[in-house]
């Protein structure tokens, strides 16, 4: 029924049958409303959209996990449900592919059910580019690998997004990345440039396993992997030639394909994830902060955040372009109402002179203090080097790195570096600032003289029937946990009684796993 503004009055009568198969009147609304029809018009949309979306696997309450959720189940029946799956990507099962099905389906539930929550947004846009492409929709699990389904997923080597872009390949395939704008993180755009990637990379390999190796690491390291391996264009024959973290990635995409497809079998259900069934794009012609939508529109500005993660500033910086801002149906039509209301709102406190100078509560990203740790400061002195300062500190090279957003060994005198220390043992860690050199040496049993001679460390009677490995320089519990099977730094930890601060050694001898 087609509702025609302009009309003085207009009775709405709801028509319904009685038992008998009578007609019977429901209600009847007088007086014509515009505001209210609006809102009718809104909510039925929105209904509309709640009954046709795939929200079959979000519950309120997830149901107590039963046998089901606790066990692996025979290897007969993984692969049969691989074999079913209908797809032009080959899925392998073995080993390699089991540990990772046990990883999401038994001791990760809790992370996957949020990510199945999140898949309710997401997939839906990596759908539509893959399926304009013809190409495997099954691709769309390649994010729940790099990212998670965050689209401010960081990684220390500087790729972004939903998808892991790299600064220069995002560029490369007509991602904008600049002061205000990052499209890494813009899910249908990043979605597009890693579709038109991944198109390139199966024009070279035609073989989508290499393809997704290649996504990982590069096609470089997949081409030295195939001339190692003596011209093998199969993945798992060209598997030990591969970078460690890409021998593990198409095992972990195999899984991920498998837990989603599978997720009601093993109990697993989505956690809502709080964002729209229903979202629609408005065209920003001029500058606008979110903050100004927030205010007039009365919705919370993380809420804004989160459908428009691609803007760095809580700036759409429309001047020259528009610009798309993703909001919820309901406020899209909101938005289109009072449009010019919302662009005047506060305009010269956000845009003095029409400028895009505002300061919008914009801090750069850092990483939140660890759980039961505090924040001391370190000055950088002549002669100090990144490792030497995490040895004094008692923390890995790689946080202290990640925490100041380090490249490489590359610090300056004067510079400041936070440090994230256990509370209790604060006033400790804050004297190492004003010693001297030759006394922070004597910290971790080294003489000032050299920086390179760890202390000795004592030797360990080996059990017969446990697995030992010796640490080697540049090791740390969490990579030497990924060359085995089935073991967690944690474990390596409960063997060794390790605590969650304690530093290993060069030399040093770690029990690992029970032999078979």
């Known amino acids: 029924?087609?509702?025609?503004?302009?009309?003085?009055?207009?009775?709405?009568?709801?028509?319904?049958?009685?038992?008998?198969?009578?007609?019977?009147?429901?209600?009847?609304?007088?007086?014509?409303?515009?505001?209210?029809?609006?809102?009718?018009?809104?909510?039925?949309?929105?209904?509309?959209?709640?009954?046709?979306?795939?929200?079959?696997?979000?519950?309120d309450s997830i149901p107590v996990n039963d046998s089901i959720s606790k066990y692996s189940l025979p290897d007969s029946v993984y692969i049969n449900r691989l074999s079913e799956i209908s797809s032009p990507i080959n899925y392998t099962f073995n080993s390699k592919v089991k540990s990772y099905i046990e990883l999401y389906t038994i001791k990760r539930r809790e992370q996957v059910q949020t990510m199945l929550g999140l898949s309710q947004y997401y997939f839906p846009m990596f759908e539509e580019v893959l399926d304009s492409r013809q190409m495997p929709i099954e691709l769309k699990y390649l994010p729940i690998i790099e990212s998670a389904l965050n689209p401010r997923a960081y990684s220390r080597a500087g790729a972004s997004g939903l998808w892991q872009f790299m600064y220069y390949t995002g560029k490369q395939y007509g991602l904008r990345i600049d002061s205000y704008v990052d499209e890494r993180r813009d899910p249908y755009r990043s979605s597009v440039a890693a579709a038109d990637f991944l198109q390139d990379l199966y024009d070279i390999y035609k073989d989508w396993l290499l393809v997704i190796a290649a996504y990982n690491c590069g096609p470089g390291n997949v081409n030295k992997a195939i001339r190692r391996s003596g011209g093998h264009r199969d993945f798992w024959k060209i598997y030990y030639h591969l970078p460690k973290e890409t021998r593990g990635y198409v095992p972990a995409f195999i899984a991920a394909t498998y837990t989603f497809t599978y997720a009601q079998e093993h109990n697993l259900y989505a956690v809502a994830s709080g964002l729209p069934i229903a979202t629609d794009t408005i065209m920003v012609q001029q500058p606008l902060h979110l903050k100004q939508v927030s205010e007039m529109l009365n919705v919370n500005l993380d809420y804004l955040r989160e459908l428009n993660p691609q803007y760095r500033r809580d700036v759409v910086p429309a001047k020259k372009y528009a610009f798309p801002l993703r909001l919820s149906f309901n406020l899209a039509t909101e938005f289109a109402a009072y449009e010019d209301t919302i662009y005047a709102h506060k305009r010269n406190n956000y845009f003095p002179g029409g400028a895009l100078v505002s300061n919008p509560e914009y801090t750069q990203y850092t990483p939140s203090v660890p759980k039961d740790k505090t924040t001391v400061w370190y000055t950088v002195k002549s002669g100090d080097a990144v490792g030497l300062i995490a040895d004094w500190y008692d923390v890995r090279t790689s946080d202290l790195r990640y925490w100041n957003n380090v490249r490489g060994n590359l610090i300056k005198v004067g510079q400041k570096l936070a440090v994230y220390v256990p509370k209790h043992k604060v006033d400790y860690y804050k004297k190492i600032n004003q010693m001297s050199y030759a006394e922070k040496q004597r910290l971790n049993g080294r003489s000032s003289g050299s920086t390179t001679t760890a202390s000795k460390t004592q030797p360990v009677k080996e059990d017969s029937n446990y697995i030992y490995y010796t640490v080697r320089s540049g090791d740390s519990l969490w990579s030497i946990a990924q060359k085995y099977n089935g073991v967690s730094n944690s474990d390596i930890m409960r063997l060794n009684n390790l605590s969650s601060g304690a530093k290993i050694k060069p030399g040093q001898k770690l029990k690992i796993k029970p032999k078979a």
């Not at 007609?23 to 209210?36: F, G, R």
């Open 1 to 59: 029924m087609w509702l025609k503004k302009g009309l003085l009055s207009l009775s709405i009568v709801m028509i319904g049958l009685s038992a008998k198969g009578q007609t019977t009147v429901i209600d009847t609304i007088p007086d014509y409303n515009p505001e209210y029809l609006d809102e009718c018009l809104d909510s039925l949309v929105n209904q509309w959209y709640v009954s046709k979306s795939a929200t079959n696997l979000v519950l």
